[in-house]
């Protein structure tokens, strides 16, 4: 009888012991060898063993939220773009490795430099968001959306690709560590696929502090100032083309096409648009909306000055600012105006360089205007450097009015008083 008890008390260990190995393996995530491209949890010690990693659902997971948010405000779906995830999974690697949360990269390196290193070329404009502590991408993804700077990434029209990158090293700061990398190779958007919806990510085990998310939009080649840059005054349209015809024994000379394309930030972009409607709104006007199609007639515009090294409304195809937004697909159209800058190194002086211009200022406080576009290019070696596009426009229904008081009417003389003039006249000799 003792020994059946034995044998009893023998059997119920093992089969708590199975148990308990079975409830481990429900929550575990995978471990799996640094470095091998496949995607785990590291669990070993955090001097020992660099960041793992996480799972690929947590990937997915992160394109699928961004590209709901993104539909939910009727803006094209990001794709996943194998580049991108390089840099993205690189930078969440090694903040965990090196135990810090920066944009700037332990080796110095800012976004757009990993981008390019990455292989993701050309680059029309990037942006990162960054993030530490969240344990999930519904976290991670929340966050983002609660902070006005890394909303506008994930928000933003003219980026077309993503990539993500999550890392976890136990004993660090924050444990978890998460990259999203933006860019678009043109202003265009290419035809991108339906992205799959994937399983739901696996648990995590709860982590430390969260830390707010930071974010960046800053193109390397948009801020540099060259010392001798000129300011020209900016000019309104519309105004008559005035080609000039070459010289009779000069020969053209085609322009070189510049070693780097002019680069749009979308940080000075968004600047003009703010700095614009703060003025509006001095005025008792309604503020305007950003307009993707307006903003692409804006920057090739602008790309088009800089690389061709000229100044004007009229194109170098011979475009005018009306042709350039109606093709750029803004329509119908009822009222165009462009505001063009050259020299200014920031958006704040450009919009005071606008506003101090009687002809800017009327557009830029034109009432029954509801959309604007702004281009920024900067090439060095250009004549001005900088080069500045402002699209204000409306569609057919918009409430126009008159944005300048009507001129005074000129004093009219009686017959009278203009006798007594002729007879003071002829007094006097």
Request: with cysteine; charged share 15%; net charge neutral.
């Amino acid at each position: 009888m003792g020994n059946q008890r034995r044998r009893c008390s023998s059997w119920a260990a093992l089969s708590a012991a199975l148990a308990l190995l079975v409830c481990s393996a429900l929550v575990r995530v995978p471990q799996v060898r640094a470095g091998a491209g496949s995607y785990g949890v590291q669990s070993s010690a955090a001097e020992t063993a660099p960041a793992q990693s996480l799972s690929q659902d947590f990937v997915q997971r992160i394109v699928d939220l961004t590209n709901q948010q993104r539909a939910n405000h009727g803006l094209p779906p990001v794709t996943l773009d194998p580049a991108l995830t390089r840099a993205a999974q690189a930078h969440s690697d090694d903040m965990a490795n090196h135990n810090y949360f920066s944009h700037t990269g332990s080796d110095g390196s800012d976004p757009g430099q990993r981008i390019a290193r990455a292989g993701y070329s050309p680059i029309y404009a990037y942006g990162e968001n960054i993030a530490a502590g969240q344990p999930s991408p519904e976290e991670a993804m929340n966050a983002w959306m609660n902070s006005d700077a890394h909303r506008s990434n994930i928000l933003s029209p003219y980026f077309h690709h993503i990539g993500v990158g999550c890392a976890y090293r136990e004993g660090t700061t924050y444990g978890y560590y998460w990259t999203q990398e933006f860019a678009s190779h043109g202003p265009n958007n290419p035809a991108s696929s339906p992205t799959p919806v994937p399983p739901k990510p696996t648990s995590v085990p709860p982590t430390a502090t969260r830390v707010p998310p930071t974010a960046t939009r800053v193109p390397p080649t948009a801020t540099r100032v060259p010392p001798t840059a000129t300011r020209v005054p900016p000019t309104a349209t519309p105004i008559p083309p005035t080609p000039t015809p070459p010289p009779p024994t000069a020969t053209p000379t085609p322009t070189p096409e510049p070693t780097t394309p002019p680069t749009i930030s979308l940080r000075y972009v968004e600047r003009v648009v703010e700095l614009t409607n703060e003025e509006r709104a001095r005025a008792g006007l309604p503020p305007l909306t950003l307009d993707v199609a307006l903003s692409n007639a804006a920057q090739a515009h602008c790309e088009d000055m800089a690389r061709n090294g000229y100044f004007g409304h009229i194109g170098s195809d011979r475009s005018t600012p009306r042709w350039r937004a109606v093709d750029a697909g803004y329509e119908p159209l009822l009222v165009c105006k462009e505001n063009i800058a050259g020299g200014q190194a920031t958006p704040e002086e450009v919009v005071e360089a606008w506003m101090d211009s009687q002809a800017q200022r009327n557009n830029i406080l034109r009432p029954g205007l509801e959309h604007i576009g702004v281009g920024y290019a900067y090439r060095e070696g250009s004549p001005y450097g900088h080069y500045w596009t402002q699209v204000l426009a409306s569609r057919p229904g918009a409430e126009m009015g008159d944005p300048l008081p009507p001129p005074p009417a000129p004093a009219r003389h009686s017959w009278l008083l203009s006798l007594l003039s002729f007879v003071v006249r002829c007094v006097t000799g």
